[in-house]
């Protein structure tokens, strides 16, 4: 077929986040009349193995013990809490009155707000900084850390009992955050409130992520995991002609390590994302 003949691109966008949140957003770019496929290449799940039952139901009874609790994203929020207990019912909001909630984005913040919490107990990174990630919340919440002050970081975990952890895999910023903390006299814990793990692609969304690397599809990226389950996925693809859409410069550098032919930054704001797809060639 002669280059002229060709389709042209189109801007479509291919969502990867966890199934849920994949939905969302497709929901959402709709709505701002961008075309938009989900393919979650993260799939997202409760805890299974017993101990980590144990130590989640032990952190969240003790929740009020904390200075803060930051969690890494909205599923650490919905998988953290009861889901099915009424916020208004639920005893954090009478027990931890003192304890802040810190969150590394407004996602997370929205989840929190959703779930009860109160939005005058939340920390967030400032709505002007160049990156929602542990490093512009630390610059927030800095000031509350005194020494002997306990945190906790509820984060997510592989599905595999004896694989990396979910921090190990893409949670350098959690690591940085902790080492921050502890230098501030602080004490950290960790717990893992949900499972992460590759999804298994069916064939038609194998289907779909192949025509995506070709025709033009611009890939929205959160996470270097998807990126990688991607990459297990489709071994030998050539994503030469594929065009990413991340929102981390460590997100960047995975999807120049697989290929992509064009990779751009920008914030996961909804309105960031939506204009730089809107301003991709």
């Given at each position: 077929m002669s280059l002229a003949a060709?389709?042209?691109?189109?801007?479509?966008?291919?969502v990867t986040r966890p199934e849920r949140d994949a939905a969302q957003w497709v929901v959402a770019l709709h709505a701002r009349g961008i075309e938009a496929t989900a393919l979650p290449l993260i799939a997202i799940a409760g805890c299974s193995h017993p101990d980590a039952v144990a130590a989640l139901r032990?952190?969240?009874?003790g929740f009020g013990d904390y200075r803060a609790v930051m969690f890494v994203s909205a599923n650490a929020v919905r998988y953290f809490f009861e889901s099915n207990r009424p916020p208004a019912h639920d005893p954090l909001?009478?027990?931890?009155?003192?304890t802040r909630a810190w969150s590394p984005g407004p996602g997370t913040a929205q989840a929190?707000?959703?779930?009860g919490m109160p939005a005058a107990r939340?920390?967030?990174p400032a709505a002007t900084a160049g990156q929602f990630d542990s490093e512009s919340l630390w610059e927030r919440v800095q000031p509350q850390v005194q020494p002997g002050d306990r945190i906790l970081i509820v984060r997510g975990a592989q599905g595999e009992a004896d694989g990396p952890s979910d921090a190990a895999q893409s949670g350098t910023g959690r690591e940085w955050l902790a080492q921050q903390?502890?230098?501030a006299g602080g004490q950290v814990e960790f717990v893992a409130a949900y499972e992460r793990?590759?999804?298994?692609?069916?064939?038609?969304?194998?289907?779909?992520?192949?025509?995506?690397a070709t025709d033009g599809s611009l890939w929205l990226f959160s996470s270097s995991e998807a990126i990688a389950h991607l990459a297990a996925a489709l071994p030998g693809q050539d994503w030469r002609e594929a065009r990413a859409l991340v929102t981390h410069p460590r997100i960047a550098q995975a999807a120049d390590a697989l290929g992509f032919g064009a990779v751009r930054q920008c914030r996961p704001a909804l309105d960031d994302v939506v204009a730089s797809i809107e301003s991709h060639p």
């Open positions: 060709r389709t042209p691109p189109t801007r479509r966008a291919i032990r952190a969240r009874e909001g009478h027990t931890a009155i003192k929190l707000r959703d779930g939340i920390d967030q903390i502890a230098a793990a590759a999804p298994q692609l069916t064939p038609a969304q194998q289907a779909l992520a192949t025509q995506a």
